[in-house]
């Protein structure tokens, strides 16, 4: 029998990257075609665009923010299944414990080694780990809910980390966000922002993700319909509720 690469045997001890590999791609498949059907027409152009967005040659950065009752949780899911169904890897994380609503999901601090105490300067500690270092190598998309709530040098530190740890492998993308990888971020800048010990509004706002220079290069999305107010809402009443919001905006 032949004996097995140097990569095989790296892929076949990787824990991270195992747990990633399981997913059976035919029950992702009839999960994908499930809930792709019951889309609506705005959440079906946001996962279009993203999809897009899905393809090394063009590592295009996406960011997604999209406010509560839109949709979001859903759209997540979706992209998830689709990316898992083709046998690629997608990593689903989130600021706080609302990760665990993803399927294999995990806390942005624990997926990617983020320290607690960050500095502009800071780095994640991916390079001690070769099993993550692997497995971000090999990742199609990453998914981070609830971006608003965490420092924006948290992104930055990824940011600088990944561009350490993947330079060798292309150096064409070393100029684009995060080496070229696709990464989507949600969240809603009227909840809760990162907590600034002793700080004011100025560097409470200065402290998230809008205020880095990562931001500039974000392609931002959004859906405005919100689901939760129309499930077995009758087309009369959508109007009124319409209405309201719409007054109920204005007011503010």
Known sequence: MPFPDEDSIVASTNRFMNEELAYDTQVMTDEFQRLFISLTAEQRDVYNEMMKANDPKKGVFSLCTIMEGRGKLFIW?????????????????????????????????????????????????????????????????????????????????????????????????YEHPFMGKVIVFGGDFRQILPVVQNGSRSDIVNASLSSSHIWSKCKVLRLTKNMRLMVGCQASDWEETSRFCRMVVGAW
């Open 77 to 173: 899911k979706t992209l998830s299944v689709s990316i898992r169904s083709k046998a690629k890897i997608v990593l689903n994380a989130a600021s706080n414990g609302i990760s665990l609503l993803l399927e294999g999901g995990r806390t942005a601090h624990f997926r990617f080694l983020i320290p607690i105490n960050l500095t502009e300067d800071s780095t994640c500690s991916i390079t001690r780990n070769p099993d993550i270092c692997n497995i971000m190598s090999k990742t199609d998309l990453i998914i981070w809910d609830e971006a608003h709530m965490i420092h924006k040098h948290a992104f930055e530190a990824l940011d600088r980390t990944l561009k350490d740890v993947l330079k060798s492998g292309n150096r064409n993308t």
